[in-house]
């Protein structure tokens, strides 16, 4: 009886040793992957916030010479949600809807159009005569080109993004709209960050 409880008992006895070894591997790799995302200098800078079914994750990306990339991913936070075009008249079609948009002030300027990600659908909504153009249910991303308004100036400035949007279910209807929401962007003339 003795002999077959040795056997089970060294392996208790060891399974204490192979966990700390296994928690020290897990550990020393999360070091590793932690460092080496905190050394990558050329990650662009990130904002991001959750309103009226929607997360908005803004992004920079290209900040050369007071230029640069601007983009805005939208992502309804439900499945069935899609987005409003950004053709989509300020006042929506017969009321209905509002753009999905990203346009920039203060010490920012747009550098050309918007331009999405996603094609243009058009549907039909029950009580609008005409077809309401949106984006595919799920995420869309616009991208800004933007550039400094004062891109001579060597001294730190402040811009704002402004974001605006509705997300809506064709059958269960639509989520309050997001107009002209601002996020603070900070410039200097080698970078564009979020404070």
């Not at 001294?155 to 279910?169: D, E, H, P, R, W």
């Not at 059958?171 to 200097?188: Q, W």
Request: hydrophobic share 45%; charged share 15%.
């Amino acid at each position: 009886m003795t002999a077959p409880s040795a056997p089970g008992g060294s392996r208790t006895a060891a399974l204490p040793r192979l966990l700390a070894a296994a928690l020290a591997l897990l550990a020393a790799a999360g070091l590793t992957s932690c460092s080496a995302a905190e050394a990558e200098p050329s990650a662009p800078a990130v904002a991001r916030f959750t309103q009226n079914g929607v997360t908005v994750t803004l992004a920079v990306a290209g900040w050369k010479d007071a230029k640069g990339t601007l983009t805005a991913t939208f992502t309804p936070t439900e499945a069935g949600y899609h987005l409003y075009s950004t053709d989509l008249p300020a006042e929506g079609v017969e009321g209905v809807g509002r753009p999905t948009s990203v346009t920039v002030a203060g010490g920012l300027a747009a550098d050309g159009p918007a331009a999405a990600d996603a094609e243009v659908l058009r549907i039909n909504l029950p009580g609008v005569d005409s077809a309401v153009p949106v984006y595919p249910d799920g995420p869309v991303m616009l991208t800004l080109p933007v550039r400094a308004e004062n891109p001579g100036s060597t001294s730190a400035g402040t811009a704002k993004a402004l974001i605006s949007y509705a997300s809506c279910n064709t059958e269960e209807g639509c989520n309050i709209p997001v107009m002209d929401r601002p996020v603070i962007l900070n410039i200097t003339g080698n970078a564009l960050t979020f404070p």
